[in-house]
């Protein structure tokens, strides 16, 4: 697998376009859960697009890493493509993301499933689960290094 990073404004449209592509099978069809994925957050220019390619170019997995107000990053909109699941794509995605986020704290939004994932890379769960979408998640923080 091929790893890529970039801002919004360095994709090219077919890239773009795999890449919502994929979080629209994944979030909206598979996992059932119809909301505004679209938020404009893509588009700062300080959020990372980091995802994975086969060596035929095929997307196989997809996240982005935001700027929030108070400095902290937030990792989101993780997901791996069905046919590539429990292969350790999450894991290349996130060691990126950890190196994007460098030495600002990180939070995201664990699915309860996935905790143990996130938990390798130093995230903690920091609060009570609630559900988005039907789907149980945990807040997760890592501090800064």
């Known amino acids: 697998m091929i790893l890529h990073s970039a801002p ?8 773009l376009y795999a890449l919502l592509r994929l979080r629209n099978d994944v979030f909206v069809v598979e996992q059932d859960c119809v909301y505004p994925d679209l938020d404009g957050r893509d588009t700062d220019p300080d959020t990372v697009h980091v995802w994975l390619t086969s060596p035929a170019g095929n997307v196989t997995a997809y996240l982005r890493v935001l700027s929030e107000p108070d400095g902290t990053a937030r990792i989101g909109r ?6 590539h ?11 990126e993301a950890v190196s994007v986020v460098g030495p600002r704290a990180a939070v995201l939004d664990a699915q309860t499933t996935a905790i143990r994932v996130y938990e390798r890379f130093g995230f903690t769960v920091s609060g009570p689960a609630f559900l988005d979408d039907g789907i149980e998640h945990v ?5 800064a290094p």
């Open 85 to 95: 699941r429990g292969q350790g794509l999450a894991g290349r995605l996130l060691a």
């Open 78 to 83: 993780v997901v791996t493509e069905p046919a």
């Open 139 to 143: 807040p997760m923080w890592r501090p």
């Open 8 to 15: 919004f404004a360095a994709l090219d449209v077919f890239t």
